[in-house]
């Protein structure tokens, strides 16, 4: 019996997890153009595959800069085309995409 209420929990968990990123992301309704500061390859054993890169990146928004970094295994041209989405509200709350990508 304990077991079962232990996995509906876990279960109960992923699913708040899960519709609390989808509502962060909903959010991310505008668009910037990144600008990539640099990137490297981590050096994580957790990541064997040598194609993901860290990113930095930085936007502007209204005449404030914003940076973040995102892990991505993306070629050099999608790197260079990349935007950034961001919630208009909070650009603190912001996701480098390719260009290709929508903003919802």
């Known amino acids: 019996m304990a077991l079962r209420a232990s996995a509906v929990a876990l279960v109960a968990a992923f699913v708040l997890f899960g519709i609390s990123i989808g509502l962060e992301r ?4 505008s668009v910037a153009p990144a600008v990539i500061l640099g990137y490297d390859w981590p050096s994580s054993p957790h990541l064997s595959i040598k194609s ?3 990113i930095r990146y930085a936007f502007v928004v209204g005449g404030s800069t914003y940076s973040g970094s995102a892990l991505q295994h993306w070629s050099i041209p ?3 085309s990349a935007k950034v ?3 208009p509200g909070d650009p603190n709350n912001n996701a480098l995409t390719l260009s290709t990508a929508g903003c919802s």
């Open 26 to 29: 909903a959010q991310r309704t």
């Open 52 to 54: 993901y890169r860290q």
């Open 78 to 80: 999608q790197l260079e």
């Open 85 to 87: 989405c961001y919630d």
